[in-house]
């Protein structure tokens, strides 16, 4: 979505990173705080963390490369702080944790299961929604877009929102799966993130006029 606009994000590697250590620091602390709620802490978090890009970049202005550049540095050095430099091993994880990776739910890897989930409800939010149509607007003319009254600054910060949302519950899934938290966790994971988009079809120059007449 953040290709879409013309926008770009090097921080979502940070952002998972960041996310994922938290949560399992939390975690270690409190090994009886329930599953879900550590979910919501990765996504909160990763919500946050898009919410300070998406502002600076929206509302602030500033080029989505140099925000986001600037903020990736940021997440990644305040991973290391909450860390302290150490990595988190398996076994100071809770089983019920490192369940989340490896548990099924009808037959089906709860990983396979939540990604499938998650490209059906991007779908039918891009294709069938007033805000999704408005994200290709605004990707392809901003210009026009702001005449027509669609709140494009809104729009340029929901789109980072949803993008660390999405990093931070890739942070938990990620700790989950490899039973690790470091603090170079998906360091250089931004340009295989970017070019599995732009193959999957994203336009960088934002053009979709197909998508709004």
């Known amino acids: 979505m953040v290709i879409i606009t013309r926008g770009i994000d ?6 998972l990173a960041l996310a994922g250590m938290v949560t399992t620091k939390v975690m270690i602390v409190y090994p009886g705080l329930p599953i879900p709620l550590a979910f919501l802490m990765g996504i909160g978090i990763g919500t946050l963390c898009g919410f300070i890009v998406g502002a600076m970049v929206s509302w602030g202005s500033v080029p989505p490369i ?5 903020m990736m540095n940021a997440y ?14 398996a076994h100071q994880m809770t089983n019920p944790f490192k369940a989340i ?3 099924r739910f009808l037959g089906i890897n ?19 929604t007033n805000p999704g149509r408005r994200v290709y607007a605004v990707g392809s003319n901003p210009e026009a877009a702001d005449v ?14 949803i993008m660390g949302a999405l990093s931070g519950l890739c942070g938990i899934l990620w700790v989950s799966k ?7 966790t998906a360091a250089g994971y931004e340009m295989s993130v970017i070019a599995a988009c732009v193959l999957g ?3 960088i120059n934002g053009d979709y006029p197909e998508c709004i007449d």
């Open 10 to 15: 090097l921080s979502l590697g940070s952002t």
């Open 178 to 184: 490899y039973a690790s938290a470091q603090g170079n």
């Open 201 to 203: 079809g994203d336009h």
């Open 101 to 103: 990776a490896t548990g």
């Open 148 to 161: 027509s009254g669609i709140p494009v600054k809104k729009i340029l910060c929901m789109v980072y929102m």
């Open 110 to 128: 709860n990983l396979v299961l939540i990604a499938v989930l998650i490209f059906i409800a991007a779908y039918v939010f891009l294709q069938h």
């Open 66 to 70: 140099i925000a986001s550049m600037g």
């Open 76 to 89: 990644r050095g305040i991973t290391f702080l909450v860390s302290d430099g150490q990595w988190v091993s």
